[in-house]
């Protein structure tokens, strides 16, 4: 996946694309040049919390917001039988193939969700949150998402190798 930034003319729409799509492959390069087990390994026990668990819960968020709530599908998580978005984060069995698989399989469906619906003013039920919100703002939400996990994924990859920056 490659990192471009965001458009700097673009509409809002564009724009929105755009700074999604860099978090995406900002948590991709995170994990670029990594063994399994690397990809595996928690920075800070007794927290499970690797890379590679980041990775599988964003297939979960992204499957979650897009496939669920925008296009309203009726397809149970990947890692959970309930609706436990933290089962991702155990990736002590999984493998950059799986993972990644998952993930990509993901962001491939909600471009397709998102692109489908003719507006950012598309409104749908978010049930967790007892309310209606607008695909402009699951996008937002999405953002905030990947940064703040991007966040834990730069701490994540300098205590397994040392790499930092952006």
């Not at 397709?112 to 695909?135: F, H, I, K, N």
């Amino acid at each position: 996946m490659e990192r471009t930034g965001p458009p700097l003319a673009g509409d809002e729409r564009e724009t929105l694309r755009g700074f999604l799509d860099y978090h995406r492959a900002t948590l991709a390069m995170k994990c670029e040049g990594l063994t399994d087990e690397e990809l595996r390994r928690p920075a800070s026990p007794p927290s499970t919390l690797s890379l590679l668990g980041l990775v599988r819960h964003m297939a979960e968020v992204e499957r979650h917001w897009f496939r669920r709530t925008v296009a309203g599908e009726d397809v149970p998580f990947v890692w959970s039988d309930g609706s436990d978005f933290q089962a991702a984060y155990d990736a002590s069995g999984s493998t950059r193939a799986e993972a990644f698989a998952a993930w990509e399989a993901e962001v491939a469906e909600a471009r397709r969700v998102e692109a489908a619906a003719d507006s950012l003013d598309l409104t749908v039920r978010v049930p967790r949150w007892e309310a209606d919100a607008t695909l402009r703002l699951i996008m937002q939400h999405m953002i905030t998402e990947y940064a703040r996990h991007n966040g834990h994924a730069d701490f994540l990859r300098e205590a397994v190798d040392g790499t930092v920056g952006a």
